[in-house]
C-alpha cells in the first residue's frame, strides 16, 4: 500500500498528519514522509505582531497582520471548464502543510501509478513506459509538493515585479527642485526600500537554480501535463533573472538621482553661504560707515 504522511516540525501540529492510502495496491508497497514547515501566524488579532512602520525622520511602531499578496497563490489544478473550477474548493494558504493535506484529500486518486506515466519505470528502466511500476513512488508523492513550491515562487515573482514597478514611477515622477530640502533624504528612504528587495534577489536567483540542477541530476522527466514542474521552474529562474538586471539597472539610477539630488543640495547651500556673506559685507561697511559719520560729527563739535 503506498501510503504518504505529511507532519510539521516543531510548532506545528504533529497531530494533524495526515495519511492517504490509495485505493490501488502494488506488489512493492512504498511509504514517503514529507517534512514541513511551521505555519507562519495567522491575520487574526491575537496573532498580529508589532513592527517598526517610517522613515529615518518619523517611525512609530504598528500592528501589523499577514497578508497574502493577490490572495496568494493560484490553484494550479487542471480544470476542464471555468465551471468546474467555481464549484471546487480552493486550498486554504495557510501553511504547506495545511495545502498538501487539501491537495491529496482532494485530487490524491490522480496520484495512482498510472497518472504517472512520465515517470521512470522500474522494468523498462526509462520514462514513459507507464507500466504502473514506478521506479521512484516518492516523486509521485511530491508531485503536489513540487507544484506548491513553484506556485508559491510564481507569486514572489509578481510581488517583486510589483515593487519594481513602483520604485521605477517614483523615480519617474521625482523632480529634484531647487530650493526644496530633504531631497537628498528622501531619495535615500526610497533607496533602502529598494535595497531591502535588491539583496533578495541573487538568493532567490540561487535557489531556483539549485532547484533546476537537481531536478537535471536525479533525470527527471519532462511533463507537458498539469503535473510537470521542471518547465515551471525554469520559467520562474528567468523571470527572476531579468528582474535582477531590472534591479541593478534601478540601483544605477537611485545612485543617480541621489548625486542630482546631492549636487542640488550643495548648490543651494553654497548660494545660502553666498547671500550670508554679502549680507555679513554689507552690514559692515554699513557699520564702517556709521563709525565714519560718527568720528565727522565729532570733528566738527571740537572745532
Known amino acids: 500500500m503506498n501510503t504518504v504522511a ?21 506488489k512493492t508497497g512504498a511509504h514517503t514522509v514529507i517534512i514541513t514547515d511551521p505555519p507562519l501566524p495567522s ?19 504598528e500592528a501589523m497582520a499577514v497578508k497574502l499578496f493577490q490572495g496568494g497563490y493560484l490553484d494550479f489544478m487542471d480544470f476542464s471548464d471555468l465551471n468546474e473550477s467555481q464549484r471546487r474548493s480552493a486550498p486554504p494558504r495557510t501553511s504547506l502543510m495545511d495545502d498538501l493535506c487539501f491537495y491529496w484529500r482532494t485530487h490524491g486518486t490522480l496520484m495512482v501509478p ?7 519505470d522500474s522494468n523498462a528502466g526509462t520514462p514513459g513506459s507507464n ?13 503536489f509538493l513540487h507544484k506548491i513550491v513553484a506556485s508559491n515562487y510564481m507569486i514572489l515573482v509578481g510581488y517583486l515585479e510589483s515593487c519594481l514597478n513602483e520604485l ?4 519617474q515622477i521625482k523632480h529634484i527642485q531647487e530650493g526644496k530640502k530633504h531631497q537628498t533624504l528622501d531619495v535615500s528612504d526610497q533607496w533602502s526600500v529598494f535595497q531591502s528587495y535588491a539583496h533578495r534577489f541573487p538568493e532567490y536567483c540561487a535557489m531556483v537554480q539549485d532547484i533546476v540542477q537537481v531536478r537535471k541530476d536525479v533525470k527527471l522527466p519532462m511533463v507537458n501535463g498539469w503535473d510537470g514542474c521542471t518547465k515551471d521552474f525554469e520559467g520562474i529562474r528567468d523571470k527572476l533573472t531579468m528582474l535582477r538586471s531590472r534591479s541593478e ?6 545612485i543617480g538621482l541621489a548625486s542630482m539630488a546631492g549636487m542640488q543640495e550643495s548648490l543651494d547651500e553654497a548660494k545660502n553661504v553666498r547671500i550670508l556673506t554679502f549680507l555679513a559685507v ?8 556709521f563709525e565714519t ?6 570733528r566738527k563739535c571740537v572745532h
Not at 517598526?52 to 518619523?58: A, D, E, I, K
Request: charged share 25%; glycine share 8%.
Open 131 to 143: 507500466s504502473g511500476k514506478p521506479e521512484c513512488p516518492a516523486l509521485v508523492a511530491t508531485i
Open 168 to 171: 521605477e514611477v517614483a523615480i
Open 114 to 120: 498510472e497518472s504517472t506515466s512520465g515517470l521512470p
Open 249 to 254: 539597472v534601478l540601483n544605477e539610477s537611485f
Open 293 to 298: 559719520m560718527v568720528e565727522t560729527c565729532n
Open 282 to 289: 554689507s552690514e559692515r561697511e554699513r557699520y564702517q560707515g
Open 43 to 61: 491575520t487574526d488579532e491575537a496573532n498580529k505582531k508589532e513592527v517598526l512602520v517610517g522613515n529615518s525622520r518619523v517611525a512609530q511602531i
Open 6 to 26: 505529511t507532519t510539521a516540525l516543531a510548532g506545528g501540529d504533529e497531530a494533524a498528519a495526515l495519511k492517504i492510502a490509495p485505493k490501488r495496491r502494488t
